[in-house]
C-alpha cells in the first residue's frame, strides 16, 4: 500500500517535471510570465501603503500583516496552480469527454489529471509569498510554518476547484458555478477578515473558506494558536478527502468522447 502510494507520488512529481520542461522550450517567455506576475503582486501593495498612510490599521490589521496576508494568498495560489493547474479547468475536460486518456493508464486518475498540465506565472507567485515573508520578518519555524499553510491551502482551493468541477459529471454548464466559486475564492483572499462582518464573515469560514485557507493562517504566524493550527489541519484533511469521494462517485457517470488521444 505504502509503495503504491509513493510509486503514485514519484509519477505525479514527473509528469509536473515534464510538463513544466514543456513551458520552459520558450525560456524568454518563461522568465517573463514569471517576472511579470511578481510585478502584478507588488503593484497593488501601492493601495495599502496610501491606505495605511491615511491610517493606522484596516480591519485590525497592521500594514506588516497586510503584506503577510498577501504573501499567503499568492502562496496558496501558486501552488495550486502550479502543482495542480489542470483542476482549474477540470469541468472541461468532464464535459467534453477528454478523461479517455487517463482512465487507460494504471495510475491514480485524479492524480493523473491535475498534475499534466502547470501555470508557468504561478512560480511567480510563490516567489512573491516568501518575498512578503521576507518583509514580514523571516525566521525558520515562521517559514516552516509558512510553507505547510502555503502547501496546505493549495491543496484546499484545488480540492475546492475539484469539487465544483466535479459537479459537471451530474449537470451541465457547471463550469460557470466552478469558475465562479474560484473567483470569489481568490478575490476576498487578500482583504483583512476584520472588515467583513456578519452574514459574509460566517460565509467566508463556511462556504467560502478564505477564512480557513488565509486568514487563520496569519493570525497564527502572528501569536501561534495550537487550536487553530488543528482547524487548518482537519479541514485540509476534510476537504481532500470529499474532493476525492465527489470525483470518484461522479467518475462512475462518465460519458467517454472516443477521442483518439494518448499522453506520454
Request: proline share 2%.
Amino acid at each position: 500500500m505504502l509503495m503504491a502510494v509513493k510509486n503514485q507520488i514519484k509519477v505525479s512529481f514527473l509528469s509536473i517535471k515534464y510538463a513544466l520542461l514543456r513551458e520552459m522550450l520558450n525560456k524568454t517567455t518563461f522568465i517573463t510570465n514569471i517576472i511579470f506576475m511578481i510585478l502584478n503582486n507588488a503593484s497593488f501593495i501601492i493601495q495599502w501603503i496610501i491606505l495605511y498612510s491615511l491610517q493606522g490599521n484596516v480591519g485590525g490589521y497592521t500594514f506588516d500583516q497586510v503584506l503577510l496576508l498577501w504573501g499567503l494568498a499568492a502562496g496558496t495560489y501558486g501552488v495550486s496552480r502550479f502543482f495542480f493547474q489542470k483542476a482549474f479547468s477540470l469541468s472541461d475536460t468532464i464535459n467534453n469527454g477528454k478523461l479517455d486518456a487517463y482512465l487507460v493508464q494504471p495510475k491514480n486518475v485524479l492524480l493523473s489529471v491535475i498534475t499534466s498540465e502547470v501555470q508557468v506565472s504561478a512560480i511567480g507567485d510563490i516567489l512573491y509569498a516568501y518575498i512578503m515573508l521576507l518583509i514580514y520578518g523571516f525566521t525558520i519555524p515562521r517559514f516552516i510554518l509558512f510553507t505547510i499553510f502555503c502547501l496546505g491551502g493549495g491543496i484546499m482551493l484545488t480540492s475546492i476547484s475539484i469539487i465544483l468541477s466535479s459537479l459537471s459529471f451530474w449537470f451541465q454548464k457547471t463550469d460557470i458555478v466552478a469558475d465562479t466559486g474560484n473567483s470569489l475564492m481568490t478575490n476576498f483572499a487578500t482583504y483583512p477578515d476584520g472588515i467583513f462582518k456578519g452574514l459574509v464573515k460566517i460565509l467566508l469560514f463556511t462556504l467560502i473558506p478564505v477564512g480557513i485557507i488565509n486568514y487563520i493562517p496569519v493570525h497564527i504566524l502572528s501569536e501561534f494558536s495550537l487550536g487553530l493550527s488543528l482547524i487548518f489541519i482537519l479541514v485540509t484533511i476534510l476537504l481532500t478527502g470529499l474532493a476525492i469521494l465527489v470525483f470518484y462517485k461522479g467518475l462512475k457517470r462518465y460519458s467517454s468522447s472516443n477521442l483518439m488521444t494518448a499522453r506520454i
